[in-house]
């Protein structure tokens, strides 16, 4: 058991090295709390504030302000931000030398994450962001006029733009499918189900959304296609090291990832996770020799870029792999359903996300009826210096949706007191409505 003094023991050490150059004993700190930890359930930690504080002193933030919009970028811990000073550093001695030695000891990278995810290294690329990674499955796929695309109206609004883009170079056609929120596992596949036609072609949906965290049944959909002969091209840009899942489980084609949001990685880094079989036939961002056809390393071909970023993937895996998946998963439900239990039962309150066990993490979005949340969002951010995202529903060729809400995204780094703060604020105005004369603002940072 972690006992009160060993963490103070522990946390004074820790704040010696926090300060120090030695940013590197953040990690054995973390595992040294986590150790201590075993035997008890994700669920008991993730209401243990000593443990959490461990991690909350892993950050340099500006604790002036909350930040409660991680869903668009994370901050990267100290020990990840230092190794990627520390490697920039270093390639810019001699960029032709250094640059080149980290690129290739970044195939290290490329194993652990592999082995952390569920997959096979030689289906993993790495790439600059999510939008690059889906792109590569969305536009590298050969498909004829008439080929039909099945979607969501509230999937990524690149990706809809990218196959709207389709639609106009190829002829294709693409069908988006709307849903309530939150909704069932089995609703959204019996969505599906129903729209696929015999020109049915892919089938692109998010693992979870980026509006209200909406998770989808992946695997079951997964099966449904293949069994139809369709690919599947899945928006995991929230999922992965947020909550944990093996890709092997999921069953799905393509597979692209945001690195910097949930694994805290630097801004500038994703994943591509393409099946053995599809990789010769899909074709890459930039061009490559017929003989790289079949082989993984196409999709990161890029021309010269920094490889600081993508070494410090690792310091951000050490750092998600320290606290643990589970968790990690756990506290941040725990942070979800802390704000959201104290403002649920408000009569003008209106979930949009599912509070139910294994459905919502740290994604969850809320409306008060009669407010705008773009002034809402504002009034959050001149009251209480709280960042939140606004969330409006759109009109076609962007996200279409007839609801609207504060998009609540904490981190691991979040405390208790930020958490309560944004619930009275809300069980407030859901009173009271907001002060007279209160802006709006611009939406800003769905990510
Ligand atoms: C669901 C979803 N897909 C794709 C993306 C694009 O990710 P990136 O900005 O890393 O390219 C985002 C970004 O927020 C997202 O939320």
Request: proline share 4%; glycine share 6%.
């Amino acid at each position: 058991m972690w006992s009160r003094r060993a963490f103070l023991r522990m946390s004074g050490a820790v704040g010696t090295a926090a300060f120090s150059t030695a940013a590197y004993k953040d990690v054995a700190a973390i595992e040294a709390a986590s150790a201590a930890q075993s035997g008890r359930s994700a669920e008991d930690v993730a209401q243990d504030e000593f443990y959490w504080r461990e991690i909350q002193e892993a950050f340099t933030l500006d604790r002036t302000l909350t930040n409660l919009n991680n869903g668009n970028t994370c901050p990267s811990p100290r020990v990840v931000h230092e190794a990627c000073k520390r490697y920039m550093d270093m390639a810019n001695m001699l960029p032709v030398q250094y640059n080149g030695m980290i690129g290739r000891n970044i195939q290290t990278v490329r194993r652990r994450l592999a082995a952390e995810f569920g997959c096979d290294v030689e289906e993993l690329a790495l790439t600059r962001n999510a939008s690059e990674s889906l792109q590569i499955a969305q536009n590298g796929l050969d498909l004829e006029p008439g080929d039909e695309i099945l979607t969501t109206e509230q999937d990524y609004p690149r990706m809809l733009t990218t196959w709207d883009q389709r639609v106009r170079r190829d002829k294709i056609k693409v069908t988006r499918i709307q849903f309530p929120v939150p909704t069932t596992q089995d609703d959204l596949f019996q969505r599906f189900e129903r729209a696929i036609t015999p020109r049915t072609k892919v089938m692109h949906f998010c693992h979870i959304t980026n509006l209200t965290g909406q998770l989808f049944p992946v695997q079951r959909l997964s099966r449904l296609a293949r069994s139809r002969g369709i690919v599947t091209i899945v928006d995991g840009a929230h999922a992965f090291a947020h909550f944990p899942f093996k890709l092997r489980d999921l069953e799905c084609d393509y597979y692209g990832v945001s690195l910097h949001k949930w694994l805290l990685a630097p801004i500038g880094n994703g994943l591509l996770i393409v099946r053995r079989e599809n990789i010769a036939k899909t074709w890459p961002l930039q061009a490559v020799p017929d003989r790289q056809a079949g082989d993984i390393a196409k999709f990161e071909q890029i021309g010269t870029h920094p490889q600081a970023i993508r070494a410090s993937i690792a310091e951000a895996l050490a750092f998600h792999q320290a606290i643990g998946a589970e968790r990690k998963a756990a506290r941040l439900r725990y942070l979800t359903l802390r704000w959201a239990n104290v403002i649920k039962n408000q009569p003008r309150v209106k979930m949009l996300s599912s509070l139910e066990p294994g459905q919502t993490w740290g994604v969850a979005m809320v409306g008060i009826d009669g407010v705008d949340s773009r002034a809402l969002s504002q009034h959050m951010m001149d009251r209480y210096r709280i960042v939140v995202n606004a969330v409006n529903g759109g009109t076609a060729p962007n996200q279409v949706f007839d609801y609207s809400g504060l998009r609540v995204t904490p981190n691991v780094y979040t405390t208790l007191e930020e958490v309560d703060t944004f619930a009275q604020a809300m069980l407030d105005v859901a009173k009271n409505g907001l002060p007279a004369g209160t802006a709006q603002s611009a939406p800003r940072g769905r990510g």
